[in-house]
C-alpha cells in the first residue's frame, strides 16, 4: 500500500471531520466504554466494541467517544458497557452482544432514552 | 478463548493496565518454519519476580492481594500442548516482554483468528498508547505504527467515523495482502 499516499487521504479525512465539528453545536460529550479484562474477552467484548464501532461509522457519530477499559469487576455480567452522556451519570449495561450494543447505539447514544431491560442497577 | 488472537488482545490489555507508553506486537506466521508466534513488548510498570510467578501458575501460592486471572496460564498450557512455548521476562519499572510460540500445523494449535479486530480494538480503544503493530509472514511484512496517523490528525480523536473506516481498511488490507494460504484448505478445493 502506498503509504504516503494513504496518509495524504487521511489529512483530507482530518479536514472533513473539523469542518463537520464546526457546523456541529457543541452538544455536551458522549462517551463509551467497554470492559476489555480477561473475562470480558472470553465473552466477547471484542465482537461488542466492534458492533459500536460499526455503528459510529454506519451513522456518522461524530461525538461519540469510544475506549476500553480493564476489568470492571463484574464478571458475570460480561461483556459490559458504560454509557456516559455529558453530565449524566453513567449508565452500566450488562452481557452485551453486538446486537444489544447496536441497540444502545440507537436508542441510548442517538435517541437519549437509556435500553433499560440491560441496566445493571448499581 | 477460541482465537489466539484473542489471547494476544488479553495479553495486550494487560500491558495497557500496566500503563504502558509505548507497546510493540510482533505476530509471526511461517509455514516454512511452520512456527506461528507473537511478541507483545511493552514500557509498563513490569513485575517482580514474585508477582510473574503468580501470574504464569496461579495456584502456586496462596497470596491473594492481587487479582490475577487465568488468561495467562491457560495460554500457556495452549502454547506447550502445541509443541511451542510460553515466556514472560519482566523486570520493575522497565516493562515487560511476552513471547508466545505454537508449532503450526500442530493438530491442537488454535486458530489465529481475527487479527485484523485485534489491532483496531487496541489501537482505537486506547489512543493513549503508542501502538507499533507488526505481521510477518513467507510472504513479506506489515507494520502499523500509529504515531504518523496520530500526527495527521492532530487532535482528531481515532474514534471519528472516517477514521475508524481508514484504520479499518488499512490493517484489513495490510494483513490480507501477505496472510499465508491454508494448505488444507487448497486440498479442500
Redesign the interface.
Known amino acids: 500500500m502506498d503509504k504516503v499516499k494513504s496518509l495524504e487521504d487521511l489529512k483530507k479525512l482530518r479536514e472533513e471531520a473539523l469542518q463537520k465539528r464546526k457546523i456541529k453545536a457543541t452538544s455536551g460529550q458522549i462517551e463509551i466504554i467497554v470492559g476489555m479484562g480477561t473475562v470480558g474477552i472470553a465473552a466477547g467484548a471484542r465482537e461488542t466494541l466492534k458492533a459500536i464501532l460499526d455503528m459510529i461509522e454506519k451513522e456518522n457519530l461524530s461525538d461519540v467517544i469510544v475506549r476500553q477499559t480493564g476489568n470492571i469487576g463484574l464478571d458475570s455480567w460480561e461483556p459490559i458497557v458504560q454509557v456516559v452522556v455529558g453530565d449524566s451519570p453513567k449508565v452500566t449495561y450488562g452481557k452485551v452482544n453486538p446486537e444489544i450494543a447496536r441497540r444502545i447505539v440507537s436508542e441510548h447514544v442517538m435517541g437519549g432514552t437509556p435500553v433499560k431491560q440491560f441496566v445493571i442497577e448499581a | 478463548?477460541r482465537e489466539l488472537a484473542?489471547h494476544l488482545?488479553?495479553i495486550a490489555?494487560n500491558s495497557?493496565?500496566a500503563r504502558a507508553k509505548n507497546i510493540t506486537i510482533t505476530v509471526t506466521e511461517s509455514l516454512v518454519e511452520d512456527r506461528l508466534r507473537f511478541v507483545v513488548e511493552d514500557d509498563g510498570s513490569g513485575m517482580s519476580p514474585e508477582m510473574i510467578a503468580k501470574v504464569v501458575d496461579p495456584f502456586v501460592t496462596s497470596r491473594t492481594t492481587r487479582?490475577v486471572?487465568?488468561?495467562i496460564p491457560l495460554l500457556k498450557a495452549a502454547a506447550e500442548a502445541s509443541n511451542g512455548f510460553f515466556k514472560l521476562q519482566s523486570q520493575p519499572g522497565k516493562g515487560t516482554v511476552v513471547e508466545v510460540e505454537f508449532q503450526r500445523s500442530h493438530i491442537d494449535r488454535m486458530p489465529l483468528g481475527?487479527l485484523a479486530?485485534?489491532f483496531?480494538?487496541l489501537l482505537?480503544?486506547?489512543?493513549e498508547v503508542h501502538w507499533v503493530l507488526n505481521y510477518i509472514t513467507d510472504n513479506g511484512s506489515y507494520t502499523f505504527d500509529d504515531e504518523?496517523?496520530k500526527a495527521?490528525?492532530?487532535g482528531?480523536?481515532l474514534?471519528?467515523?472516517?477514521?475508524?473506516?481508514?484504520i479499518?481498511q488499512?490493517i484489513r488490507?495490510?494483513i490480507q495482502?501477505i496472510q499465508p494460504t491454508e494448505p488444507s484448505l487448497i486440498l479442500a478445493k
Open positions: 478463548m484473542l488482545l488479553d490489555e495497557i493496565s487479582k486471572g487465568l488468561g481475527d479486530s485485534t483496531i480494538t482505537i480503544g486506547s489512543p504518523p496517523v495527521v490528525l492532530d482528531v480523536p474514534c471519528e467515523p472516517s477514521v475508524i473506516a481508514y479499518r488499512e488490507e495490510g495482502a
